[in-house]
């Protein structure tokens, strides 16, 4: 029998802690990259970087992890579950700790320590979890998450940065960067998602039950498709730059218009282009990650998961808060997120079904 989540946190819930991660993150990031850009110029001050950028730098830091903190709480607790809703038993001390252990071990080991790291916050959220009085483990280890990033993020743009400006002593085109960037996350996205489902639920050990090559022809097919809207986008770009470049060809005031009448078109061909497909991806690889999410078979049952909402509906919907947000200039984003998630997860359900045990002679 399916039995459907259900996700009961509002936009008025939320909106406290957007304002807040507007206010006390985004106007302290803004800053910061203005210092960043400072020191990327032609002329680098001599000084180096100035005591603002480090008071930037702690603020966003500070506060990236305090509305991690928050907003997975409130997000996390808002999850139910046949009537039933989870519970978060979060201290706030002892994610203090991990936090600032973990940066501290990072810079020491000049980043090395960050998978451990994001294990641990990982397993501080999930093991701090319950349903119906029995808690959640996470089984994931920091050594897998240091291979993973290794394999494929590290060692795939240092060959690549090696072969192209060492050996060949050649600028490298944004399109094979683009194709670089789109392998590797053929392969990431797996990985990590392989990663984080490995959780533990009472004797039930709930994971993935698909393997690595059988995963990347789906993938790699859904992010080929956003890839195509990708290179569309460039092309129309491209064609915008020709036509608008030249303000001879505009009837308007040469020293405003064609300035901003170019901005706003290549705003909406990168909204109409480059990021149109992306929700529909997004669902396909749900349904598909969760159709193949099963724990292992305790007692002759079997937990496992799946999605079974109108894929093209969902799309429309997503879209449709989307562009509610962009019109609100963001004000709209925390009603935005708890319709999206709450719309996916009234549609996603799990099933404990009886599972036959046959033995070999």
């Not at 939320?14 to 106007?27: G, K, Q, R, S, Y």
């Not at 002892?94 to 990982?122: E, Q």
């Not at 020709?242 to 405003?256: K, M």
Request: net charge positive; aromatic share 18%.
């Amino acid at each position: 029998m399916k039995n459907y989540l259900n996700f009961t946190l509002t936009g008025k819930q939320l909106l406290p802690i957007w304002i807040a991660f507007l206010v006390f993150f985004i106007i302290p990031y803004y800053f910061l990259t203005v210092e960043f850009s400072e020191l990327t110029a032609a002329e680098v001050p001599a000084g180096g970087p100035s005591k603002l950028f480090f008071v930037y730098l702690s603020i966003v830091l500070t506060m990236s992890f305090i509305f991690i903190f928050t907003f997975s709480r409130l997000a996390l607790q808002s999850i139910e579950y046949r009537g039933i809703k989870i519970v978060c038993d979060y201290h706030v001390g002892k994610y203090i700790g991990i936090v600032i252990s973990g940066l501290v071990l990072s810079i020491v080991t000049l980043g090395i320590y960050i998978p451990w790291m994001i294990r641990n916050i990982h397993r501080f959220f999930v093991h701090s979890v319950s349903y119906d009085s029995h808690k959640f483990a996470f089984k994931g280890e920091g050594s897998k998450l240091f291979l993973i990033i290794t394999l494929t993020i590290f060692i795939p743009f240092l060959i690549v940065g090696i072969v192209l400006f060492s050996i060949l002593n050649s600028e490298i085109n944004l399109w094979i960067y683009q194709l670089i960037v789109v392998s590797i996350m053929i392969s990431l996205i797996y990985m990590i998602f392989n990663w984080l489902v490995n959780v533990r639920f009472k004797d039930y050990l709930i994971k993935l039950d698909i393997g690595f090559f059988t995963a990347m022809w789906k993938i790699a097919i859904e992010l080929l498709l956003a890839v195509i809207f990708v290179f569309i986008f460039e092309w129309l770009i491209m064609v915008s730059n020709t036509v608008l470049g030249d303000s001879n060809l505009l009837v308007w005031n040469a020293d405003f218009f064609p300035v901003t009448g170019k901005i706003v078109i290549e705003l909406v061909i990168a909204v109409i282009t480059a990021g149109f497909y992306l929700p529909m991806a997004f669902i396909r690889l749900y349904r598909y990650f969760t159709a193949h999410t099963k724990s292992n078979i305790v007692e002759g049952t079997q937990i496992s998961i799946g999605y079974d909402g109108d894929q093209v509906s969902v799309f429309l919907f997503i879209w449709g808060q989307i562009l509610l947000t962009v019109i609100t200039a963001g004000f709209y984003f925390p009603w935005a997120f708890s319709k999206v998630i709450k719309r996916v997860l009234t549609q996603t359900f799990v099933t404990v079904n009886d599972v036959e045990m046959t033995t070999k002679v």
